[in-house]
C-alpha cells in the first residue's frame, strides 16, 4: 500500500526496484513473454504501468473501457490481468464475473480507487485475486503480480546464469549462446554486448550506455565502436532469421523477441 498521500503511483522506488532487479526474470513455460492485460482509462497510469512491466520483459496490452477489455481477453489470452473497477461502460466487477462465469481461471488484481473494507471485500469475492488502491507503488504492483502469476503456474523463473529472448539463449556460466537449436560462436566482447541487450529486452540503449556497460571505460566518444560490433552481431544473430536487434535511430539498439 502507498507510503504517502501523493497522487504519484511511483513511491519510494530505488530501494524497491533493487529488490525487484535481483529477482530472476519470469516468462511463460514456452519461453514467450508473459502477457499482461492492464484495464484502465486513466492513459498516465497505463503509461507508467506499461512502462514498468515491460522492463520485466512482459508483453502488455491496455483496454480502456470493459468492451475492449473482454475482446482483447479473448484473442490474446493473458497470463494475469489488472483490472480498475471504475470503467467508463462496464464495471470491473461486471468484467471478472464474466470471465469467471466462462471458466477462465486467469489471476486478476483490481487497481482502483475505491479503498473501503467493503469494497475490498466485495472485489475479492466476486473472484479477484488481489487488490491494490491507487496511489501505489510500481514496485509493490510488479511484485504482487510476479506472486500472482507464479502461484496460478503461468511461468517459470529464468536460472540466474542463463537468459532467455524469443528463442535466443545465452548460458553466463558455460558461454553456450543458442539461437533456436542453432549454436553460435562469440568472441568476448561480443557476448558480453549481447548479454547487455539480454538483460535488458525491449529497452532502447543508447550508445553511450552501452559504451560504459560494455567496455567499461571512455572510448574517447567513438561510439561508432558499438555500430560495429552490432553488425557483428547480426551477422550471427539475425543473418537468414528474423531480426531480433533493431536500431531505434537517433537514440541506440533494442533486442526483441522476433515476431
Known amino acids: 500500500m502507498p507510503d504517502s498521500a501523493s497522487a504519484d503511483p511511483i513511491i519510494e522506488p530505488g530501494r524497491r526496484r533493487a529488490v525487484l532487479a535481483q529477482l530472476p526474470r519470469l516468462h511463460r513455460p514456452d519461453g514467450t513473454p508473459i502477457r499482461v492485460l492492464l484495464v484502465d482509462d486513466e492513459e498516465t497510469l497505463t503509461n507508467l504501468v506499461s512502462l514498468a512491466l515491460s522492463y520485466e520483459g512482459w508483453q502488455v496490452d491496455v483496454a480502456s473501457n470493459g468492451r475492449d477489455a473482454l475482446a482483447k481477453f479473448t484473442a490474446e489470452r493473458p497470463d494475469v490481468v489488472v483490472l480498475d473497477i471504475m470503467l467508463p461502460d462496464i464495471d470491473g466487477l461486471s468484467i471478472l464475473?464474466?470471465?469467471?462465469?466462462?471458466?477462465h481461471a486467469t489471476p486478476v488484481l483490481f487497481l482502483t480507487a475505491k479503498d473501503s473494507i467493503d469494497d475490498r471485500i466485495i472485489g475479492l469475492t466476486a473472484g479477484g485475486d488481489d487488490y491494490m488502491t491507487k496511489p501505489f507503488s510500481l514496485e509493490e504492483l510488479v511484485a504482487r503480480l510476479?506472486?500472482?502469476?507464479?502461484?496460478?503456474?503461468?511461468a517459470v523463473a529464468d536460472d540466474a546464469s542463463q537468459l532467455r529472448v524469443g528463442d535466443l539463449f545465452l548460458d553466463e556460466s558455460s558461454y553456450e549462446v543458442r539461437r533456436g537449436n542453432d549454436p553460435i560462436a562469440l568472441t568476448t566482447t561480443e557476448f558480453e554486448l549481447l548479454r547487455y541487450f539480454m538483460r535488458n529486452p525491449k529497452r532502447v540503449l543508447s550508445r553511450a550506455q552501452i559504451l560504459d556497460r560494455v567496455w567499461n571505460y571512455d572510448f574517447a566518444g567513438k561510439a561508432s565502436i558499438v555500430d560495429l560490433y552490432v553488425s557483428y552481431l547480426r551477422k550471427k544473430i539475425d543473418a537468414g532469421r528474423t531480426p531480433m536487434i533493431h536500431t531505434v535511430r537517433g537514440v541506440g539498439y533494442v533486442i526483441r523477441p522476433a515476431e
Open 97 to 103: 464475473r464474466n470471465l469467471r462465469g466462462q471458466g
Open 146 to 154: 510476479r506472486g500472482l502469476i507464479q502461484r496460478a503456474g503461468e
